[in-house]
């Protein structure tokens, strides 16, 4: 148990978890489509997100990291050797998969990646000077969810658009909409967590201007309007299946787990898996359907 323990705060800590949840969610898009992967395109995913996301420590990082009141802050910079490693690693896959892709995918993926800057980055003017789009009142949740949209959906559907594969569009809407809809209800239990820390440097977040409870009330409401999208969208029924039995997950671990130990800081990762999972159960909920038929 101490070892599964461990295990778990290693991949939250090191960004590994959120750099697979990325390529999974990519991977799934191809799941959707009835179409081979594009480990490329996988592959450039995950390993751009995880940079993305260890570039957001570096530049967040204290003066005195041992001080932090953040066991992960601590341990990251007590372990820096780890997080340049990784980021040097996902540095090597993104420079091997590039010649690998298409001249308009790395363009499109160079303007997701420069969307995602713009998150810390201050190019917004906002009471007198210039702030991230984190900074903007409500923004954060919609710009996160937004940025894994572009690139778990239309990334991987540009991709097989230009191999040729004729792309309904109106299915690619009605996914884009409901991925944004699921990203916001794994983002949002982060902003309810975090309500203090936010007050503190003054960001004004979905939660900090509902409330907690309500903020709690919005993703239940959330979870079930995606789950009737599932039910009444054109997607395969085995889809479906995989679909439903992750939300049903996620209503459980969200009301016995997550927002019953709001105080514990690191149980809010697990929605972060939950994007693994339900990769995982759409896959072989396919598998599955396609054996027995």
């Known amino acids: 148990m101490n070892f599964l323990k461990q295990g778990y705060y290693f991949f939250i800590y090191t960004n590994l978890l959120i750099g697979g949840a990325a390529a999974a969610q990519c991977a799934l898009t191809y799941i959707f489509f009835e179409s081979a992967f594009n480990y490329s395109i996988i592959a450039i995913e995950g390993a751009a997100t995880l940079l993305l996301y260890n570039f957001s420590l570096v530049l967040s990082k204290p003066k005195d990291p041992k001080a932090s009141i953040y066991r ?34 790395l363009l499109f993926l160079t303007a997701i990646g420069g969307l995602s800057m713009a998150y810390s980055f201050p190019i917004f003017p906002y009471r007198g000077k210039m702030v991230g789009l984190r900074q903007l009142p409500g923004m954060k949740i919609f710009h996160i969810a937004l940025v894994w949209t572009l690139s778990s959906v239309c990334l991987p559907a540009f991709q097989l658009h230009l191999d040729g594969l004729e792309i309904d569009h ?124």
């Not at 997080?83 to 995918?105: C, F, P, Q, R």
């Not at 309500?214 to 299946?241: E, M, R, T, W």
């Not at 927002?259 to 972060?272: E, G, P, V």
């Not at 898996?273 to 054996?291: E, G, H, N, R």
């Open 72 to 105: 992960r802050t601590r341990w990251v910079f007590q372990n820096e050797w780890i997080l340049w490693l990784n980021s040097a690693l996902a540095g090597a896959v993104l420079l091997y998969t590039v010649y690998h892709l298409h001249i308009y995918n």
């Open 170 to 293: 109106h299915r690619l809407l009605f996914l884009f909409l409901l991925k944004f809809v699921f990203l916001i209800i794994c983002t949002l239990p982060f902003d309810i967590r975090d309500i203090q820390q936010d007050s503190y440097y003054h960001l004004k977040t979905i939660p900090s201007m509902l409330g907690a409870e309500k903020a709690i009330n919005l993703c239940y409401l959330l979870l079930g309007l995606h789950s009737l999208g599932i039910v009444i969208a054109d997607f395969q029924f085995p889809v479906k299946i995989g679909i439903l039995l992750t939300n049903i997950l996620i209503g459980i671990v969200l009301k016995r787990v997550v927002f019953r130990n709001r105080d514990r800081y690191h149980y809010a990762y697990l929605l972060d898996f939950a994007l693994i999972v339900q990769f995982i159960f759409v896959a072989c909920s396919v598998a599955i359907w396609s054996y027995w038929l």
